[in-house]
């Protein structure tokens, strides 16, 4: 609540303080929700690279405890992380990743996920025409 209310270290004190708990509980399912807001949290200050720390960090524990459409959404957010810094080759992998995870999750969360799908759809259209540009220019 406080990284959407923009107060960033009220929210990074409540993340370190979850995953205190969580640590010591040795409960990695809800470790990556710490560390994807973590990963929210500062992608949203503007430092990226501790951005992508974070979401590495919560898809290794996702992929762990098979939380595929959690690891989906994530590989999404290092496609974006990746395209603020202008690695756009790193975002368009991240984001077929994304997508093709998304689909393969199957029909059962087709719903949950239908604007998950679109948006990655959308922002690897955005940067598949970045990286069009670019190439034109060079």
């Given at each position: 609540l406080y990284n959407l209310l923009g107060d960033y270290e009220k929210a990074s004190t409540c993340y370190q303080k979850s995953m205190k708990v969580y640590q010591a509980a040795e409960d990695h399912y809800a470790m990556t929700f710490v560390f994807h807001g973590l990963g929210a949290l500062y992608e949203n200050e503007g430092d990226y690279g501790k951005a992508l720390a974070f979401y590495k960090e919560c898809l290794a524990f996702q992929n762990e405890v098979g939380d595929k459409a959690g690891a989906a959404k994530t590989l999404g957010?290092?496609?974006?992380?990746?395209?603020?810094?202008?690695?756009?080759?790193?975002?368009?992998?991240?984001?077929?990743?994304?997508?093709?995870?998304?689909?393969?999750?199957?029909?059962?969360?087709?719903?949950?996920?239908?604007?998950?799908?679109?948006?990655?759809?959308?922002?690897?259209?955005?940067?598949?025409?970045?990286?069009?540009?670019?190439?034109?220019?060079?």
């Open positions: 957010s290092l496609g974006t992380a990746y395209s603020r810094v202008g690695e756009t080759d790193k975002a368009l992998a991240y984001y077929h990743e994304s997508l093709s995870r998304l689909k393969a999750v199957g029909k059962r969360h087709a719903v949950e996920n239908s604007g998950e799908i679109i948006g990655a759809e959308k922002a690897l259209e955005r940067a598949e025409n970045a990286a069009r540009d670019i190439e034109r220019v060079h």
